[in-house]
């Protein structure tokens, strides 16, 4: 097997790459020169500049790595480490809208694997594959710690709770269509490459998205409100777990009972 077989088969990137056309190249300095000036060590920008290589190509291409590692002062090696350790940096292209279904524990239990594997069928397309029409890819994803909203949906990383099989393939139906789909909470999609670009640290320049940023819902909010010591809406209102702070005692009992004998 050639080397280039082996890191195609393990979804790695092939180097060394060619470098970015100067058009390209240039633009993109211009951007990185503005992320790096955030940060007291450069090398500190690297996750945001590997955003920036997906907003450009839709995912980290080999090319990418190279400009990165460049940028930067880093060996190819250290950006690719970087690179292929987080999840939400892709290794092959994404669609316009990357579809992500969580399939661990809880999600799957209660529906993720079921509507995975509907939506691979429907799609006719496997894991981290992409349409042919370059609309949608599906990729299984881990926890995003949206539980009380099992089973969910993230497009381009927005979150579409409480889904099944029907309203998932109506999504990716929808998405394809170009229909306007507005997530459960966030604000309203955009592409692929314009949310890489956001999470690059660029503004949200859409009249009115940012105000559309989703806060906490009831669910994910009762811990909270029960860590506080509050009742739940629509309980009685009693303290059923007292805040930590009102029992530092002295004895360094802090679970609220009495001293023995007291
Ligand atoms: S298990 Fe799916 S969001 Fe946590």
Request: charged fraction near 25%; proline fraction near 6%.
């Amino acid at each position: 097997m050639s080397t280039t077989d082996r890191t195609t088969d393990l979804g790695l990137p092939e180097l060394p790459a060619e470098p970015y056309p100067a058009e390209v190249a240039a633009r993109l300095a211009h951007d990185a020169q503005e992320i790096i000036a955030r940060y007291p060590q450069s090398r500190s920008a690297l996750l945001p500049l590997l955003h920036l290589v997906q907003a450009e190509e839709g995912f980290v291409s080999r090319t990418g790595i190279r400009w990165c590692a460049e940028q930067l002062g880093l060996t190819t090696a250290e950006v690719t480490a970087v690179a292929t350790f987080y999840t939400m940096y892709r290794r092959r292209p994404a669609g316009r809208y990357h579809v992500g279904v969580c399939t661990n524990t809880l999600c799957a239990v209660l529906g993720g694997d079921q509507i995975f594997a509907e939506l691979q069928q429907h799609l006719g397309i496997g894991n981290n594959e992409t349409t042919e029409d370059g609309q949608v890819s599906l990729e299984h994803i881990e926890c995003n710690a949206a539980c009380d909203y099992a089973p969910v949906v993230m497009v381009n990383w927005e979150f579409f709770d409480n889904q099944t099989p029907d309203s998932a393939r109506q999504l990716v139906d929808d998405l394809r269509a170009g229909a306007e789909v507005r997530p459960t909470r966030g604000a309203r999609l955009c592409s692929f490459k314009e949310t890489a670009r956001i999470l690059a640290g660029f503004p949200d320049e859409r009249p009115g998205a940012v105000d559309e940023g989703g806060a906490g819902g009831a669910p994910s909010l009762a811990g909270l409100r029960l860590a506080r010591g509050e009742s739940l809406p629509g309980t009685e209102p009693r303290r059923i777990v007292a805040p930590r702070h009102e029992h530092d005692d002295s004895d360094g009992r802090s679970d609220g009972t009495e001293g023995a004998g007291a």
